[in-house]
């Protein structure tokens, strides 16, 4: 409410400044303490959203970090992750994120799980930075026995624009090691096209911004401009945050790859997405007639 009074009136606040640098303290104290005392699988977990072409057939999946706080609850990543990465605890969780993204896939191979081709996992810029990322991500991933073709690295164009000419590096050296590489969030950013063509991209991610505003009478709307620059770049568009019908028509109408959002699936646990395949599988197997009509 002090905010909607404008900046200045903010500062009138004390109190709720105070509160607000003490829950971030709390929440800075809380991270590392999981961190430090191995008791993150308790309180972190990663969610999974399945990804679909626009044909309906399963791709893949986004593997998205969930952090259950003693206290707090459960908290989202757009709160924790920047925390994360203003206080340096980014590189062990993203290298929690890593493993557990792995141990997943060996397991679900070891069950039979058809989770699609591959998994995906947001890479933070600050990981990227790292001096040796590429090698060391690829030596981690193949000695937990997953050959990096099976990850896709989702990466935002915030995280490439810092030093472009190293991300570029890297982002050739994941290439060559296998990695699929995505750019998540696109169009929200500041990417110039001459950028985006010297990047290795297997993706281009349309933001959520520009699926919500699909509507069936849009003449021209902008994702059907970013899922062009995509094609002519020789890479997959994928739409996120497909919420309904009408913008998945319409995002088939636009030639999108990929589709991914609440009309698919929500972000499920690791109990919820193994129930959704294998309720999909049994959906596919019934004869047509007897198929649950969707939409
Ligand atoms: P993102 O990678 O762009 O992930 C998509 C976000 O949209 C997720 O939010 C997902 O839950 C949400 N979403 C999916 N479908 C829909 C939909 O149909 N409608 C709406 N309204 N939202 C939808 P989430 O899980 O809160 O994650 C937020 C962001 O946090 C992610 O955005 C990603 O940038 C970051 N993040 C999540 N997990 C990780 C991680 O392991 N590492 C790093 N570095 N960042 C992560
Ligand atoms: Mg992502
Ligand atoms: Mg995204
Ligand atoms: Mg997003």
């Known amino acids: 409410r002090a905010k909607a009074a404008g ?3 903010v500062r009138l606040f004390l109190p709720p400044m105070q509160q607000e640098a003490d829950t ?11 961190l430090e005392q191995e008791r993150m699988p308790a309180q972190f977990a990663l969610h999974f959203q399945p990804l679909v072409s626009r044909q309906g057939d399963l791709l893949g999946a986004e593997a ?6 003693p206290q707090l609850g459960e908290l989202s990543p757009s709160v924790f992750i920047p925390l994360a990465e203003e206080t340096g605890l980014i590189h062990a969780l993203g290298a929690w994120v890593i493993r557990e993204a792995c141990a997943h896939i060996r397991a679900w191979d070891r069950d039979g799980v058809a989770f699609g081709d591959r998994l995906a996992v947001n890479v933070s810029a600050w990981q990227l930075a790292q001096p040796q990322f590429a090698a060391q991500l690829e030596a981690e991933v193949r000695g937990a026995g997953v050959e990096p073709s099976r990850l896709t690295l989702e990466l935002t164009e915030s995280a490439l624009l810092q030093d472009f000419d190293s991300a570029l590096d890297t982002l ?5 090691a296998g990695f699929r590489l995505a750019l998540d969030d696109f169009g929200t ?5 001459s950028y985006l063509q010297r990047l290795p991209l297997d993706v281009l991610k349309i933001d959520r911004a520009f699926v919500s505003e ?9 994702a059907g401009f970013i899922i ?13 945050g497909v919420e309904t019908v009408a913008q998945r028509l319409a995002l088939e109408r636009l030639g999108c790859d990929g589709l991914q959002g609440y009309l698919i699936c929500r972000p499920v646990d690791e109990a919820g997405f193994r129930q959704w395949l294998a309720e999909r599988e049994q959906a596919r197997s019934l ?6 009509s969707s939409d």
């Open 228 to 240: 062009d620059v995509a094609h002519r770049l020789g890479v997959a568009a994928v739409a996120e």
């Open 24 to 34: 971030r303290l709390a929440l800075e104290r809380g991270l590392r303490t999981a």
């Open 172 to 176: 050739r050296q994941l290439a060559a």
């Open 214 to 222: 699909l509507h069936p009478s849009a003449s021209t709307p902008l």
């Open 287 to 292: 004869p047509q007639a007897q198929r649950p």
């Open 189 to 193: 950013g500041y990417s110039s096209l």
């Open 64 to 69: 998205l970090l969930r952090w259950r706080h």
């Open 7 to 9: 900046r200045n009136a």
